[in-house]
């Protein structure tokens, strides 16, 4: 019984498109081979192009440098303005929020993230079954990591 996610009955959650998690603090939008593909196409640049100006390479906690999206100065996401401009080509750490592991290690990592989002505990009711294929979906696809990548 141990390893039973303390989601077993579901998580509810329905976007209320307030834009918090493209907005206001600072962070890292990462990105996956099938991202940088969808996003230079929404955009309709090259990849090059679209690597030299909306994307960087950030260092994460374990040291392997990550490509991530831009943030404009006032941290709001390099894609926003008056909402996501790729909306329909957003990335996959976008499309999975807040069914991110880190969000889900514990009850009080998912308040922590319910605290700043009005979606959280609201709506649609996401089964474990359902969440779990958002995680491997999250794993299938894994972040660019410039270590040994070709992108």
Request: charged share 25%; aromatic share 12%.
């Amino acid at each position: 019984m141990g390893n039973t996610p303390f989601y077993a009955g579901g998580l509810k959650f329905t976007c209320k498109n307030c834009s918090t998690c493209c907005r206001y603090d600072a962070g890292y939008v990462y990105l996956t081979k099938n991202d940088l593909k969808l996003l230079s196409k929404a955009l309709n640049l090259d990849k090059n192009k679209f690597l030299a100006g909306y994307c960087r390479w950030v260092v994460k906690w374990n040291g392997d440098e990550v490509l991530s999206l831009k943030e404009k100065a006032n941290n709001d996401c390099i894609l926003w303005k008056d909402g996501c401009t790729v909306y329909n080509a957003r990335p996959l750490q976008c499309r999975n929020f807040p069914f991110w592991e880190p969000i889900l290690a514990a009850p009080k990592s998912w308040e922590m993230a319910a605290s700043g989002c009005p979606g959280m505990n609201e709506g649609e009711l996401f089964s474990m079954e359902i969440i779990d294929k958002i995680i491997e979906l999250q794993k299938s696809e894994p972040i660019i990591n410039r270590k040994g990548e070709k992108i």
